[in-house]
Structures are given as structure tokens and as C-alpha cells.
């Protein structure tokens, strides 16, 4: 687990910032599949995350569930961030994908530092840039980019030539139903890029 002193504004802190931040900064530990926060709530405090994985996502009109970013060691979820200072609704919901470690910081302290530190400001205003990047991303490729390419990248993405993964979880991934990944899945059988089996599937 990252120590708050290996995150990279943290190396960047006077001391006394440090201090600061160390002195009230909260270490928590939460179980896989625990939801943080939901989309509409508003956030209190700001994890800091040490270990594990994140997934941020919303609903549409629909309930159609639609993945935004993955959240990793060593960074600070902008949606948290923006909902906390701003103190307005989350656009999103925050799931842990594997059990956690971190920290929690009020918005207080983040309002402090981000005022006396300007390593801290670069930090957070840098994960704005490549998290809004990431969903420019999204939005475009649900946009122009067609399903089966879509599904493709995703196969690709995990650098393995067998891929343990159901239609269910690939149609959530990329927001979509089980019923059109099977038939794109199928197609894509057909057309020779891939060979399905049960749980998983082999890229050719």
C-alpha cells in the first residue's frame, strides 16, 4: 500500500504541509464490491486511494449502467473531488472493485491545501484533465465508433490471447445490453476474430 508520502503531491509538500495533511488524514479499509458513494449523493470527504481498484460509473434515463473511469493507487477520484468542494450532487457512483486502502481527508483540508500548496493544485486540477480525457473518450466512441470495433479494443486491451469474461460483464463494461454483444460476439465468430468458449474467449 502506498504510504501518503508516495503519492506525487505529497513529495511535493513542505514539511509542514505534510504535516499537516498527515495530521488529518483518516486510513480507512473497505471490502470489495462496497459502494462509496451514489450518483445524486454529496460527498463529504475525499479518499485518497493507497491500494486497490475503483470503478465510477452512472445510470442513463434507463438504468442503463454506464462505466466512466477506474480509479487506481496513487490517485484522487475527480468526481469525489468536485462533488465535496463544490458541495453538490455526485454525477456518478463509486464501487470498489477489489478490497481498499486509504485515506480520507476532509473538505477543509483540501480546500487548505489546495490554497497553500500549489504542487497539491497541479495535482488535482492534472486528474480533471486526464479523467475528463478518458470521458471525451467514452463519449465518442459510444457516439461514432461501432459496436464491434468497441468490443475488439476491449478484447485487446487485456494483452492475453484468452480472455476469462461473459457477455454480461463486456455489456456493462461498455454500456450496452447482453443480447447485442452475443449477436456482435457471434458476428465476429463468423467473420473469423474471435472463437467463443464457455467463460471466455479466445482472440485469432
Request: net charge negative.
Amino acid at each position: 500500500m502506498l504510504n501518503l508520502e508516495a503519492f506525487e503531491f505529497a513529495q511535493k509538500l513542505t514539511l509542514e504541509e505534510l504535516a499537516y495533511l498527515k495530521a488529518h488524514a483518516k486510513r480507512v479499509s473497505i471490502p470489495k464490491e462496497s459502494i462509496l458513494f451514489y450518483q445524486d449523493d454529496i460527498c463529504k470527504d475525499i479518499l485518497l486511494l493507497g491500494r486497490g481498484e475503483i470503478e465510477l460509473y452512472m445510470y442513463a434515463e434507463n438504468d442503463k449502467k454506464i462505466p466512466l473511469y477506474a480509479l487506481r493507487a496513487g490517485e484522487q477520484c475527480v468526481i469525489n473531488t468536485s462533488s465535496t468542494i463544490s458541495q453538490t450532487p455526485a454525477i456518478g457512483t463509486a464501487q470498489s472493485l477489489s478490497d481498499i486502502e486509504g485515506w480520507l481527508i476532509s473538505e477543509e483540508v483540501v480546500k487548505h491545501l489546495m490554497h497553500s500548496s500549489p504542487s497539491y493544485l497541479n495535482f488535482v486540477f492534472s486528474l480533471f484533465t486526464i479523467k475528463l480525457d478518458a470521458l471525451a473518450t467514452l463519449i465518442q466512441d459510444i457516439k461514432f465508433k461501432k459496436l464491434d470495433s468497441r468490443i475488439l479494443e476491449w478484447l485487446t486491451s487485456h494483452q492475453a490471447s484468452r480472455i476469462q469474461t461473459t457477455h454480461e460483464e463486456i455489456a456493462v463494461a461498455l454500456g450496452t445490453s447482453r443480447v447485442v454483444i452475443s449477436r456482435v460476439l457471434k458476428d465476429l465468430e463468423r467473420q473469423g476474430f474471435i472463437k467463443l468458449h464457455r467463460k471466455e474467449i479466445e482472440l485469432l
